[in-house]
């Protein structure tokens, strides 16, 4: 049962309740859409991007060299802490953990590390809480576990900032190249009234499916931040909301707000 009332923009008089696309990887889908089936929604997802685990070679002397001299570990994702749990991390437990947000470090616990700071959502609150802990600058390597495709430049930063800072790339997330039949109904006909994105790859990549299959957009974006806003509203998207945060739970009360 729908728990409000949605009047669409263009069908004044349909009394349903809204359905929202999901853009995350796979495996970010389902607590995701558990939550939002909870809250009366109705769900379908189209995950903009494949994440793929990349191997380690054997013998890898510059992948050992990291690990053996990690002071602590940085992860800016859940992509990340699923690549790292299938590499045999976490290798030393105790070890310091920095997560990006809450869902982030949520994954680092789930997985096994036992000593996890979490962050207000981005790459600068990482960094601040990272500058006001007692992790030394020269007592071994920060060692951000990530995706090829890195945004923010968290290791820039932290070494601008005096630290031994080194990035181990353990996936890659590669771009869908088209949109399912199904979803790109769904789009055309405005049975889709919101997305949701969480990234600029995944809207700036939503954008060029959508503009690639003539569908002209009318649908309510929910976005995690500014910058991912301003891709939407240059690709003529009317209706966006920003998160007050880039948090999930901050995407969650934004939904809420306007149902």
Do not use: W
């Not at 590390?113 to 390597?141: C, N, R, W, Y």
């Not at 995706?147 to 290791?155: H, K």
């Not at 920003?242 to 809420?256: C, F, G, K, P, R």
């Amino acid at each position: 049962m729908c728990r409000s009332v949605i009047i669409r923009r263009d069908r004044a008089d349909a009394l349903r309740c809204m359905h929202i696309l999901l853009t995350r990887p796979k495996d970010d889908i389902p607590a995701l859409k558990h939550k939002l089936v909870e809250q009366g929604f109705t769900v379908s997802a189209c995950p903009m991007l494949d994440i793929n685990i990349m191997p380690v070679k054997e013998g890898d002397t510059s992948t050992a060299q990291k690990i053996a001299t990690a002071q602590a570990y940085l992860f800016t994702s859940a992509n990340g802490v699923r690549a790292a749990s299938h590499h045999g991390f976490p290798k030393t437990p105790d070890l310091p953990v920095f997560a990006v947000g809450p869902a982030t470090a949520d994954a680092c616990r789930i997985a096994g590390f036992k000593t996890v700071t979490e962050a207000g959502g981005d790459v600068q609150s990482l960094v601040g809480i990272i500058k006001a802990t007692d992790i030394a600058e020269v007592s071994g390597s920060l060692v951000h576990i990530s995706g090829r495709d890195q945004a923010g430049n968290l290791v820039q930063q932290l070494c601008d900032a005096g630290y031994d800072a080194t990035s181990l790339v353990l996936y890659r997330a590669e771009t869908i190249s088209a949109l399912p039949e199904d979803i790109a109904t769904l789009l055309a006909s405005g049975d889709i009234e919101a997305v949701m994105f969480y990234s600029s790859r995944t809207a700036t990549h939503f954008v060029t499916l959508t503009e690639y299959a003539g569908i002209k957009l009318s649908i309510t974006a929910y976005c995690l931040s500014e910058a991912v806003a301003q891709i939407l509203k240059q690709a003529g998207v009317a209706d966006i909301k920003v998160a007050e945060t880039t948090t999930e739970d901050s995407m969650l009360n934004m939904l809420a707000e306007h149902h």
